[in-house]
T-cell receptor
Framework: KNQVEQSPQSLIILEGKNCTLQ??????????LRWYKQDTGRGPVSLTI?????NTKSNGRYTATLDADTKQSSLHITASQLSDSASYIC?????????????FGSGTRLLVRP | DTGVSQDPRHKITKRGQNVTFRCDPI?????LYWYRQTLGQGPEFLTY????????KSRLLSDRFSAERPKGSFSTLEIQRTEQGDSAMYLC?????????????FGPGTRLLVL
């Protein structure tokens, strides 16, 4: 069964600190992995996308890593800001016939405090 | 703002009533998706269209749910005889079919509360 598990479920950090969010997946056949940021009451917005051959992808203060062998990904946030408070959702794309099916994790809810 | 709009943003209805939501995708996008998201969970796939054709429906989409995309542009999602369990955020996303690199752009969602 295709699954995406994220940890921790929630996280509170102080402004300026770094944090790392984890994503483990059992999805086959794997196509790519995305991290989305979802502000409260808004739709998700794509942060990074990585294919099988990519190990690291950065987008400003966000750095995603992918280990396709262990089927793990992480999202590292550097020098956190109050605006980073949001849910971060790991999404894995599986090839299905001629289309791609997205499997969503439940997200990690991050709260950055001043 | 991703360019995908949804209307209304919020809807409160009584159990048993019908509701209809609208999604306007990014104009050149040929794929349109509907998802449902409950509190503390990631979005769950409901259905998707390529142009005007509805290509896949999830088992979550009961007979009370129907979606249309009549001209391959905007889409509507109707829920008949709403139940309290239908309370959720309904998200629409659109994309340009590009294979593995396809990125879905999400709208702001319609939050439904069934009393």
């Amino acid at each position: 069964k295709n699954q995406v598990e994220q940890s921790p479920q929630s996280l509170i950090i102080l402004e300026g600190k770094n944090c790392t969010l984890q994503c483990n997946y059992t999805v086959s056949p794997f196509s790519n992995l995305r991290w989305y940021k979802q502000d409260t009451g808004r739709g998700p917005v794509s942060l990074t996308i990585m294919t099988f051959s990519e190990n690291t992808k950065s987008n400003g203060r966000y750095t995603a890593t992918l280990d396709a062998d262990t089927k793990q990904s992480s999202l590292h946030i550097t020098a956190s800001q109050l605006s980073d408070s949001a849910s971060y959702i790991c999404v894995v794309s599986a090839r299905k016939d001629s289309s791609y099916k997205l499997i969503f994790g439940s997200g990690t809810r991050l709260l950055v405090r001043p | 703002d991703t360019g995908v709009s949804q209307d209304p943003r919020h809807k409160i209805t009584k159990r048993g009533q019908n509701v209809t939501f609208r999604c306007d995708p990014i104009s050149e996008h040929n794929r349109l998706y509907w998802y449902r998201q409950t509190l503390g969970q990631g979005p769950e796939f409901l259905t998707y269209f390529q142009n005007e054709a509805q290509l896949e429906k999830s088992r979550l989409l009961s007979d009370r749910f129907s979606a249309e995309r009549p001209k391959g542009s905007f889409s509507t999602l109707e829920i008949q005889r709403t139940e309290q369990g239908d309370s959720a955020m309904y998200l629409c996303a659109s994309s340009l079919a590009l294979g593995a690199g396809e990125t879905q752009y999400f709208g702001p969602g319609t939050r439904l509360l069934v009393l």
